[in-house]
């Protein structure tokens, strides 16, 4: 069983049960001014196994189950170990939420919830590999990766402005980022590799 399969089932248990329980879902979630006041750091890592809905779970999981194995397969390629790919992941939630944190310190009706940086992450990291791989969005509808990328970082641009919800949109674009730059620290060549594969297409 793959490590992306790991995490589904234990972000699936955990939503599903923090969803049912209020008081969980709120011990559980982002709350920078708890962080602050409070040293409650264990926050940056359980917000993103809870999720604000059915739907945002459902989304956030299908997205992991379809490009998690395969970037999971890419980190044994270039690490040659299995355990880079879920220290990646949690790292994608907790990098994705400083930026919140840093913001919203001072605001105790602040929170936030979601691996969406995490996801993200894995989303990104994907593409950079495969940027002209066909993603099906909605199942039916087909585009090529990089473009897939491009309007998912303004619809989350869009609904972060929007707000009304504790789906911490921002944690996509930084979660983008993370999923662009962890890799690339660590093997450079692959944004050579990227930029050939992009231009080589547009030719």
Known sequence: MS??????IVTCLISYTALNNYDQLDKLSMQPYMVKNHNEYYRFITSGFVHADYTHLIFNMLTLFF????VEDVFIALFG???MYPVYYLL????SDIPSFLKHRNNSYYASL???????AVLFTFIMVEPWAQIGVFFFIKMPAVLYGVLFLFLSAYLSRKGGSNINHDAHFWGALFGIVFPLAFH????????????????
């Not at 490590?3 to 589904?8: A, K």
């Not at 979601?114 to 993200?120: E, F, L, P, V, Y």
């Not at 930029?195 to 030719?203: E, G, M, S, V």
């Open 67 to 70: 490009f998690g194995p395969y």
């Open 114 to 120: 979601g691996a969406s940086g995490a996801i993200s």
């Open 188 to 203: 450079p060549e692959l944004g050579a590799r990227f930029l050939q594969l992009l231009l080589h297409r547009l030719q």
């Open 3 to 8: 490590v992306s399969i790991i995490i589904i």
């Open 92 to 95: 994608g939630i907790i990098v």
């Open 81 to 83: 170990m299995k355990l």
